[in-house]
Nanobody, 115 residues
């Protein structure tokens, strides 16, 4: 099992930045990948970004070039740096990790971007 604690959400004006953090309860070296999903009201949950154990990354098209996912293996933490935020980025953001084929989810953190 892996417990995840997210932080860094909040309210920001359009064009601003936020950094989300996801701290894992165990070493992230054994994880296949770490990632972030988001879910806006009335919409399906969607993958925002992932980073693999070897460092590969992929991003949702609409955040490419604005968001950056990274990981710090020494702190068992992943980060999502979000720049040039838009009102349509407003959602609950969830951290997810995959370990031995099983997904583990955080509790979610609210990100609200005002216009």
């Amino acid at each position: 099992q892996v417990q995840l604690v997210e932080s860094g959400g909040g309210l920001v004006q359009a064009g601003g930045s936020l950094r989300l953090s996801c701290a894992a309860s165990r070493s992230i070296l054994s994880l296949n990948y770490m990632g972030w999903y988001r879910q806006a009201p009335g919409k399906q949950r969607e993958l925002v970004a992932r980073i693999g154990s070897s460092g590969w990354t992929n991003y949702l098209d609409s955040v490419q070039g604005r968001f950056t996912i990274s990981r710090d293996n020494t702190k068992n933490t992943s980060y999502l740096q979000m720049n040039s935020l838009k009102p349509e980025d407003t959602a609950v953001y969830y951290c997810v990790v995959n370990r031995f084929g099983c997904d583990y989810w955080g509790q979610g953190t609210q990100v609200t971007v005002s216009s």
